[in-house]
RNA sequence: GGGCGGGUGGCAGAGUGGUUGAAUGCACCGGUCUUGAAAACCGGCAUAGGUGAAAGUCUAUCGGGGGUUCGAAUCCCUCCCCGCCCGCCA
């Protein structure tokens, strides 16, 4: 959401940010249906004002036991009643058209953002060590699971359709490994505290962090109104959600390891074998709520923690700075960690860490006492820390031998109560 | 799921249809007094929006939404939350 001060101030400016992101001029039609808004407001307001003071006076009247003047003064209430419901009305009707339109614009991006129209316009900031050097033929996770018989598609297809898979045994303990290792990682060394938050929430917590309105389709609803949630970032940002913050607990560093859902509508054929794109995932969110002038640097060293995962588990990954086109809804500017993947011979996302400036805290009306009588609205950011499932994928491709077994990765050791090779 | 009782300003807590945006107390801010502090006393102290150069003024807000009424914190409906009892249940 916007401040629409600030549009009405430099209507021009977040035209021009908008124009990065490829979208058409916007401030002129914000900003005369706002207009539009104030005029018939000020009606409703006078009417308003009138019908309040001469209800005051037929109180008087009657305590008087003046009826005749009562009586009067309630027609001309009954006028100013007339033009409170017509205008009225027509105010709610421009209003919601407004907040429409408001709610589903995404957020501008910071100006040094680079500029481009998709993915292909994202730069490469940094990378860590050199793709994986297998010398023999890599094969594919889906493959090596199948295998080892503890990656099953098919089960789960028959109870739940395609993009969903039953983990067992050695494959589900280095799922709950990985989760382990994060969330120990995060917690201890980075300062995240812990939480289990709610996986049904409802619309007005997805309108929050901007799912919502625009973005209805790529979730699961339930009968009785709850979503699941499709990250924990919903959940955990949320949290600070109508409320003023302290300023001595900023920044506020949470984590959650959760399932997330999603019904991956529109990317149909994309992605189908395997378990880079499922309908559920576990994945170990970090999210940091902020002071507006910390953000940028919390968002930096929140790229660090993501990375440091990767790290210690000894995957080749790069980071790229995702470009006006291809950022996400509510984000300000996106680092994305991707992971190599040898059988894919390529990069794939396994991290997307954003900067959202105060765009979820106005939705959700996320505040911190900045001065007595003064509060603004915080700064949030999300980042994966990291996507378990797609981080599974990645150590099985990375560390397979050409016998089709798994090595365990060392900073996994401790987690896997004894098991250094995984084979079936 | 059923029944009952609640939800009022930073906190506590009055207020069941008429100058109540809301008594009172505490907390907080300014002042008087004091060598200083405390006490006492005086004054101030909600949020959002419109309008205005400003002072100001207007509107909305007593959990959310809707309704009744000339007028709603107060009455009605509905949803949410909290407490207690009953039922069900991992």
Same mark, same amino acid.
């Given at each position: 959401m916007f401040d629409i001060k600030a549009i009405r101030e430099n209507p021009a400016d977040f035209d021009a940010l908008w124009a990065k992101r490829g979208l058409e001029p916007l401030s002129k039609t914000i900003l005369d249906q706002d207009a539009l808004?104030?005029?018939?407001?000020?009606?409703?307001?006078?009417?308003?004002?009138?019908?309040?003071?001469?209800? &005051?006076?037929?109180?008087q009247a009657m305590a008087k036991g003046d009826k005749d003047e009562a009586e009067r003064l &309630? *027609? =001309?209430?009954?006028?100013?009643?007339?033009?409170?419901?017509?205008?009225?009305?027509?105010?709610?009707?421009? &209003?919601?058209?407004?907040?429409?339109? #408001?709610?589903?614009?995404?957020?501008?991006?910071?100006?040094?953002?680079?500029?481009? %129209?998709?993915?292909?316009?994202?730069? =490469?900031?940094?990378? $860590?060590? =050199?793709?994986?050097?297998?010398? $023999?033929?890599?094969?594919?996770?889906?493959? #090596? +699971? %199948?295998?080892?018989?503890?990656?099953?598609?098919?089960t789960a297809a028959k109870m739940s359709g395609s993009r969903f898979v039953v983990l067992s045994g050695k494959l589900s303990r280095l799922d709950r490994a990985l989760t382990a290792f994060m969330l120990? #990682?995060?917690?201890?060394?980075?300062?995240?505290?812990?939480?289990n938050p709610p996986l049904l929430v409802w619309g007005k917590a997805l309108e929050g962090t901007g799912q919502l309105p625009k973005f209805e389709e790529d979730l699961y609803k339930t009968t009785v109104d709850h979503y699941l949630i499709p990250t924990a970032e919903v959940s955990l940002t949320n949290i600070v959600r109508e409320s003023i913050i302290d300023p001595d607990t900023l920044p506020r560093r949470m984590t959650a390891h959760?399932?997330? $859902?999603?019904?991956?509508? +529109?990317?149909? +054929?994309?992605? *189908? &074998?395997?378990?880079?794109?499922?309908?559920q995932f576990n994945k170990v969110e970090l999210v940091s709520i902020t002071r507006p002038e910390d953000s940028e640097a919390e968002h930096k060293r929140m790229l660090g923690c993501a990375e440091e995962v990767l790290k210690r588990l000894k995957l080749p990954y790069r980071v790229v700075e995702l470009c006006t086109g291809d950022l996400g809804f509510g984000a300000r500017r996106t680092y994305d960690i991707?992971?190599? #993947?040898?059988?894919?011979? *390529?990069?794939?996302?396994?991290?997307?860490?954003?900067?959202? +400036?105060? $765009?979820?805290?106005?939705?959700?009306n996320a505040r911190y006492k900045h001065a007595e009588k003064d509060n603004r609205f915080v700064h949030t950011l999300n980042g994966s820390g990291l996507a378990v499932g797609r981080t599974l994928v990645a150590v099985l491709e990375n560390y397979q031998n050409e016998d089709g077994s798994i090595t365990v990765p060392e900073a996994l050791l401790p987690y896997m109560g004894g098991v250094t090779v995984i084979s079936a």
């Open positions: 808004i104030r005029k018939a407001q000020q009606v409703v307001q006078e009417a308003e004002a009138a019908r309040n003071k001469a209800s &005051k006076l037929i109180g &309630k *027609t =001309e209430v009954a006028g100013a009643k007339n033009v409170i419901t017509a205008m009225g009305a027509q105010v709610e009707g421009e &209003k919601a058209q407004l907040h429409a339109l #408001l709610s589903s614009t995404p957020n501008i991006p910071f100006a040094d953002v680079p500029e481009g %129209e998709d993915e292909d316009g994202n730069i =490469e900031l940094h990378k $860590f060590m =050199e793709p994986t050097q297998l010398g $023999f033929d890599p094969k594919d996770h889906a493959d #090596l +699971g %199948e295998a080892l018989g503890m990656m099953d598609f098919e120990d #990682l995060q917690t201890e060394e980075h300062g995240y505290v812990e939480h959760t399932p997330c $859902f999603r019904s991956e509508a +529109g990317s149909a +054929g994309r992605d *189908t &074998k395997g378990m880079i794109r499922q309908h991707e992971v190599w #993947l040898p059988s894919q011979n *390529t990069y794939r996302e396994i991290s997307s860490c954003s900067n959202c +400036g105060d $765009f979820q805290a106005r939705r959700m």
